[in-house]
């Protein structure tokens, strides 16, 4: 495993990220194809094996039950000491005035939440979730701030927002003297790049690393146009990427791949890589080859001709879904 600091951080972080959006009871929250604690077992396992060091989830990710197996896998297959752990807050949790949002009593609450259901008592890297236009950004940031001061986070992130309210945020950071943000986890892949325009470029501004989900399309750049998985052909959310405009760029990811020799997924990902604001793509695993691929694409390096021929055919497109 190749490791790199996060953003201008001291922080060390393995290149790959295990996304635990996947590791879940399915019979709560969004998703019904997540994997329960059995079945997430062996992709801890093999994450611990390869080095894969950043573990990714989200205090909503399946009703908390994510961090919940995310704080056993920690213990069973690994040290606390060892490794990099990623939460997040803003999506609703309860009814309650802080169940949800970005406010004092909303962030303190479900940190704690948080690190109980995790089982411990410090978030590496806590993320704001999305962007809460009803709470003033000095709350929002006097509030992580407190957490960070207090010892139970580390460094801050955020996700999933325009860059003005991005920079909106720093900017109260920097005035104030809190705490600023050190990771950005937006989505970034080579059939969703809209980021290019104004995000990307704040964030190298700003020192800020980019920690991308779905750096390969939710599995759109690893298979032949058209080709379906129980995922893909299920998820509300999955099926909302498929645009006729992007045929053209999983083309050219096969058509490199097969040049190569090698799987989609690492042209896929080694794209996203070449990149240098990159610290760390959330890479979901699933099947035993998600975590191989994701590693071995940290050994392709793309030539300047193979970079042009996957960004070629790439069009603009409408806002898309954060």
Same mark, same amino acid.
């Given at each position: 495993?190749?490791?790199?600091?996060?953003?201008?951080?001291?922080?060390?972080?393995?290149?790959?990220?295990?996304?635990?959006?996947?590791?879940?009871?399915?019979?709560?929250?969004?998703?019904?194809?997540?994997?329960?604690?059995?079945?997430?077992?062996?992709?801890?396992?093999?994450?611990?094996?390869?080095?894969?060091?950043?573990?990714?989830?989200?205090?909503?990710?399946?009703?908390?039950?994510?961090?919940?197996?995310?704080?056993?896998?920690?213990?069973?297959?690994?040290?606390?000491?060892?490794?990099?752990?990623?939460?997040?807050?803003?999506?609703?949790?309860?009814?309650?005035?802080?169940?949800?949002?970005?406010?004092?009593?909303?962030?303190?609450?479900?940190?704690?939440?948080?690190?109980?259901?995790?089982?411990?008592?410090?978030?590496?890297?806590?993320?704001?979730?999305?962007?809460?236009?009803?709470?003033?950004?000095?709350?929002?940031?006097?509030?992580?701030? @407190?957490?960070?001061?207090?010892?139970?986070?580390?460094?801050?992130?955020?996700?999933?927002?325009?860059?003005?309210?991005?920079?909106?945020?720093?900017?109260?950071?920097?005035?104030?003297?809190? @705490?600023?943000?050190?990771?950005?986890?937006?989505?970034?892949?080579?059939?969703?790049?809209?980021?290019?325009?104004?995000?990307?470029?704040?964030?190298?501004?700003?020192?800020?690393?980019?920690?991308?989900?779905?750096?390969?399309?939710?599995?759109?750049?690893?298979?032949?146009?058209?080709?379906?998985?129980?995922?893909?052909?299920?998820?509300?959310? #999955?099926?909302?990427?498929?645009?006729?405009?992007?045929?053209?760029?999983?083309?050219?990811?096969?058509?490199?791949?097969?040049?190569?020799?090698?799987?989609?997924?690492?042209?896929?990902?080694?794209?996203?890589?070449?990149?240098?604001?990159?610290?760390?793509?959330?890479?979901?695993?699933?099947?035993?080859?998600?975590?191989?691929?994701?590693?071995?694409?940290?050994?392709?390096?793309?030539?300047?001709?193979?970079?042009?021929?996957?960004? #070629?055919?790439?069009?603009?497109?409408?806002?898309?879904?954060?």
């Amino acid at each position: 495993m190749k490791h790199t600091r996060l953003g201008g951080t001291g922080l060390r972080v393995s290149r790959i990220g295990l996304g635990c959006m996947s590791y879940g009871d399915p019979g709560t929250g969004l998703h019904r194809w997540t994997l329960d604690e059995e079945a997430a077992a062996p992709f801890f396992r093999q994450a611990v094996e390869l080095g894969v060091t950043f573990w990714d989830t989200a205090n909503v990710y399946q009703g908390g039950s994510s961090e919940e197996i995310v704080g056993r896998a920690i213990r069973r297959f690994s040290r606390r000491e060892d490794v990099v752990l990623a939460t997040k807050v803003s999506g609703r949790m309860h009814d309650g005035p802080g169940g949800s949002g970005l406010s004092r009593r909303a962030i303190l609450e479900q940190a704690d939440a948080s690190l109980r259901r995790l089982g411990t008592d410090y978030i590496d890297v806590y993320y704001l979730h999305r962007f809460d236009p009803e709470t003033p950004v000095e709350e929002t940031m006097a509030t992580l701030d @407190t957490l960070v001061r207090d010892g139970k986070v580390r460094y801050l992130g955020a996700s999933s927002m325009w860059a003005w309210q991005f920079a909106k945020l720093q900017h109260a950071a920097a005035v104030n003297g809190w @705490t600023a943000f050190s990771a950005m986890q937006d989505q970034y892949n080579v059939l969703k790049r809209e980021e290019e325009r104004d995000m990307i470029p704040l964030c190298l501004d700003q020192g800020v690393g980019l920690t991308p989900y779905s750096p390969l399309a939710k599995g759109r750049a690893t298979r032949p146009w058209g080709e379906q998985t129980t995922r893909s052909s299920s998820d509300e959310v #999955a099926r909302a990427f498929d645009r006729q405009a992007d045929k053209l760029v999983v083309d050219a990811v096969q058509g490199v791949a097969e040049a190569r020799g090698l799987p989609m997924a690492r042209i896929a990902l080694a794209w996203v890589l070449s990149k240098p604001v990159i610290s760390c793509p959330i890479v979901g695993a699933t099947k035993p080859h998600h975590l191989a691929d994701a590693t071995a694409a940290l050994d392709v390096e793309l030539t300047a001709d193979e970079i042009a021929a996957l960004e #070629a055919p790439y069009t603009p497109q409408d806002n898309y879904w954060w």
